[in-house]
């Protein structure tokens, strides 16, 4: 079998967020964001971890880079940890430490020949914000377009790369409609509006950072899961359609100017979540706003979803043609293996929003292998995850998908948010009672292809 090689100007690179690697919570003038409040809110996060030390990255992102450039990614993601700018998130002025900190760290990445891609939102609102009604506030969209020009304005033309938000479903549903993240709230009509507020904030900030960086590069990332009906009844049919709307096109079809999608605005009011008349949320104006064309659209892909109507009995509907997957093809997450989903994605993306470039901006699996006798660290479960869904991105590109770049979430083992440390996704394994980083066989195999642009076979 031949090789797969990748396009010469592909990126291979890798992610991380500030909250999960950063610790050093009480330093450089940091202040509090939902997350350290939610993770000491008894109950919320496994065995009641936080993030106060996590990877200790802000003392040792030399090491860190070191490790990268050993790897030979050519880029790095990383997020901004809004509360080291804005302290509460209303201050004036911006607070120079922080600043001065990710000024370092481009600089160090950038001198060690890797590219920054920043994400300036991956959840970490500052508490101040959050205490006058966080995202479920307009305000808040203002206080974000302040942060994405404070530190567009210092990182300059050095970042080339801007990502405005981490996973808009993640910040609306997981923290706003079931409660499971920061804030921890579970209020419907309210996780509608957050969605509202983060993607018009993404797109009041998108011309505020070309401003910054003439010619830098901006998008946006989203959580994306292609859906399948478990049959060919009209039942699963119409459940899969609804998940699509829920998971995706609430947040795809405004990015792109179609508003929000009227199917799902018809389901909502059916359920109670949304009133009759105009959305309450959207002014005039906004959904021109959010649409602003964009460089290109990040995507976070872990798993699929199969979907089996619940409005009829189970003894009413057609046989199941996919079944539901055994423990032996999920990760140790419960989140199942399959690369087919990504392919089938990037695909969709390509037809229903065609001529954007696509980026995976996170793609990983964990597994919690320890070292073994001999000293490394074989988790050849993650080696081939990684591998089947990098032959998809190969795959896809070779269909004529505009697929520009792969960063393997994650660089290292880190804080998994309500999961506290139990989850490891990292391809670097990090011993967290001494920091202690060592690469595993899965960074040994990606070091591998990120040199040379191909996976063997």
């Given at each position: 079998?031949?090789d797969h090689v990748f396009p010469k100007d592909f990126v291979?690179?890798?992610?991380?967020?500030s909250y999960q690697i950063e610790g050093a919570v009480h330093?450089?003038?940091?202040?509090?964001?939902?997350?350290?409040?939610?993770?000491?809110?008894?109950?919320?996060?496994?065995?009641?971890?936080?993030?106060?030390?996590?990877?200790?990255?802000?003392?040792?992102?030399?090491?860190?880079?070191?490790?990268?450039?050993?790897?030979?990614?050519?880029?790095?993601?990383?997020?901004?940890?809004?509360?080291?700018?804005?302290?509460?998130?209303?201050?004036?002025?911006?607070?120079?430490?922080?600043?001065?900190?990710?000024?370092?760290?481009?600089?160090?990445?950038?001198?060690?020949?890797?590219?920054?891609?920043?994400?300036?939102?991956?959840?970490?609102?500052?508490?101040?914000?959050?205490?006058?009604?966080?995202?479920?506030?307009?305000?808040?969209?203002?206080?974000?377009?302040?942060?994405?020009?404070?530190?567009?304005?210092?990182?300059?033309?050095?970042?080339?790369?801007?990502?405005?938000?981490?996973?808009?479903?993640?910040?609306?549903?997981?923290?706003?409609?079931?409660?499971?993240?920061?804030?921890?709230?579970?209020?419907?009509?309210?996780?509608?509006?957050?969605?509202?507020?983060?993607?018009?904030?993404?797109?009041?900030?998108?011309?505020?950072?070309?401003?910054?960086?003439?010619?830098?590069?901006?998008?946006?990332?989203?959580?994306?899961?292609?859906?399948?009906?478990?049959?060919?009844?009209?039942?699963?049919?119409?459940?899969?359609?609804?998940?699509?709307?829920?998971?995706?096109?609430?947040?795809?079809?405004?990015?792109?100017?179609?508003?929000?999608?009227?199917?799902?605005?018809?389901?909502?009011?059916?359920?109670?979540?949304?009133?009759?008349?105009?959305?309450?949320?959207?002014?005039?104006?906004?959904?021109?706003?959010?649409?602003?064309?964009?460089?290109?659209?990040?995507?976070?892909?872990?798993?699929?979803?199969?979907?089996?109507?619940?409005?009829?009995?189970?003894?009413?509907?057609?046989?199941?043609?996919?079944?539901?997957?055994?423990?032996?093809?999920?990760?140790?997450?419960?989140?199942?293996?399959?690369?087919?989903?990504?392919?089938?994605?990037?695909?969709?993306?390509?037809?229903?929003?065609?001529?954007?470039?696509?980026?995976?901006?996170?793609?990983?699996?964990?597994?919690?292998?320890?070292?073994?006798?001999?000293?490394?660290?074989?988790?050849?479960?993650?080696?081939?995850?990684?591998?089947?869904?990098?032959?998809?991105?190969?795959?896809?590109?070779?269909?004529?998908?505009?697929?520009?770049?792969?960063?393997?979430?994650?660089?290292?083992?880190?804080?998994?948010?309500?999961?506290?440390?139990?989850?490891?996704?990292?391809?670097?394994?990090?011993?967290?009672?001494?920091?202690?980083?060592?690469?595993?066989?899965?960074?040994?195999?990606?070091?591998?292809?990120?040199?040379?642009?191909?996976?063997?076979?």
């Open positions: 079998m031949s291979f690179g890798v992610a991380t967020s330093e450089g003038g940091r202040g509090p964001s939902i997350w350290d409040t939610f993770c000491r809110t008894p109950g919320k996060v496994k065995d009641g971890d936080h993030g106060d030390v996590a990877c200790d990255h802000y003392n040792r992102y030399p090491e860190d880079i070191a490790l990268m450039q050993s790897l030979g990614v050519s880029a790095y993601r990383f997020s901004i940890a809004w509360p080291r700018i804005f302290p509460t998130g209303l201050e004036t002025e911006p607070n120079a430490a922080g600043l001065d900190f990710y000024e370092r760290l481009v600089d160090a990445l950038i001198a060690a020949g890797i590219t920054p891609w920043v994400t300036l939102y991956h959840w970490d609102l500052p508490q101040g914000l959050q205490d006058l009604g966080g995202w479920a506030n307009r305000a808040t969209v203002d206080a974000f377009v302040r942060f994405a020009d404070a530190v567009s304005a210092r990182l300059g033309g050095r970042v080339k790369h801007y990502i405005t938000h981490n996973e808009p479903w993640c910040v609306a549903m997981l923290g706003h409609m079931n409660g499971e993240h920061a804030p921890g709230h579970k209020d419907w009509p309210e996780a509608l509006a957050v969605v509202h507020h983060v993607l018009l904030s993404h797109g009041l900030a998108v011309p505020v950072l070309r401003a910054a960086s003439p010619g830098c590069s901006v998008g946006i990332t989203l959580n994306l899961v292609p859906g399948y009906p478990a049959s060919p009844s009209d039942a699963d049919a119409d459940a899969m359609r609804h998940f699509d709307g829920f998971f995706n096109r609430w947040y795809l079809d405004p990015l792109y100017g179609r508003g929000y999608p009227e199917d799902m605005v018809t389901d909502y009011r059916a359920l109670g979540r949304l009133p009759e008349g105009p959305l309450p949320f959207v002014h005039p104006g906004d959904l021109d706003a959010m649409a602003v064309p964009t460089d290109f659209l990040g995507i976070n892909f872990y798993s699929r979803a199969i979907l089996r109507s619940t409005t009829v009995p189970e003894t009413e509907n057609l046989p199941r043609t996919i079944a539901e997957p055994g423990p032996e093809a999920r990760t140790d997450i419960g989140w199942e293996i399959y690369p087919d989903g990504l392919y089938d994605l990037l695909r969709r993306l390509t037809v229903d929003y065609p001529g954007v470039p696509l980026v995976i901006t996170e793609n990983g699996a964990s597994y919690a292998t320890t070292p073994s006798e001999d000293g490394g660290i074989h988790d050849a479960a993650r080696l081939s995850y990684l591998d089947s869904h990098l032959r998809a991105c190969h795959r896809a590109i070779t269909a004529g998908v505009p697929l520009i770049g792969y960063f393997a979430w994650s660089l290292m083992d880190n804080f998994e948010w309500a999961y506290g440390y139990s989850q490891r996704f990292g391809i670097v394994w990090v011993d967290y009672a001494t920091q202690e980083r060592k690469l595993k066989d899965s960074a040994l195999w990606y070091r591998d292809v990120a040199r040379s642009g191909r996976i063997a076979g």
